[in-house]
């Protein structure tokens, strides 16, 4: 298919950051939204993105997003996010923060809390928190992802090993309908898989974007984690494990402002 202009820099802006939205595009390019919603079925017709409810995403295959683009997506709701996993843990308290954008935003919630230990996997966290004298950080060692200043490998993995702490905040890359908890790097998801073994209280941090990408490798199931803390869980068959398991699901919402138990 010959591509248009448009439909060139909508593929462009999807590569950037993941997905494209109907009617911020509709804006950008100042048409109307039906005439966006047609370059996009045209796009996802030749399987160049891949449709989701009010927009499209770049198919991600085996690749993550850029850190980047993943840090400017949904961002306000991973502010949101960040402050009602912050509410969850006291003062006082000893916790795991793991890899992702939204498990920063945790990290960033977390600066006025008093007493706290920190144990991260996570360099861009570690480098937050490490200037607030409240505030004890310890960092894994071990292998440095220079794409987003993660921390994996065995050595990591041995060292979450060594304790047992009051919370785990994690984040995932995707979530399955049947509430897989997936991710990309499988050195990536062994650490992942200590710091849930490794903590009374799991909080999984996810904005709703997760359950349109899917990943190769399996971390666990929703059901391992106490806590989910997400901006709006659009899947009736994760909703129902959470329920079923007792896994509590807290969604935030940005235009209100509001947190809502379920």
Known sequence: ???????????????????????ELAVRFTVTPQTIRKDLNDLCETRALN?????????SGNENVKYEARRSMAAAEKQAIGRAAAAMIPDNSSLFINIGTTTEAVGDALVDHKELMVITNNINVANRLRVFPA?????????????????VGEAAVDFIRQFKVDFAVIGVSAIDEDGALLDFDFREVKVAQAIIANARH???????????RTAPVRIGHISQVHSF?????????????CAAQDVALIETSVKTGHTNGE
């Open 202 to 212: 799991v909080i999984l941090v996810t904005d709703a974007s997760k359950f349109e």
């Open 135 to 151: 505030i004890e950080v310890v960092i894994a060692g071990g292998v440095v992802r220079g794409s987003d200043g993660g921390i």
């Open 51 to 59: 449709r989701i409810h009010g927009g499209a995403v770049f198919p």
């Open 229 to 241: 803390i997400c901006d709006h869980c659009p899947s009736a068959s994760v909703r129902a494990v």
């Open 1 to 23: 298919m010959l591509l248009s202009a448009r439909q060139v820099e909508i593929m462009a802006l999807a590569k950037e950051h993941g997905r494209v939205l109907v009617e």
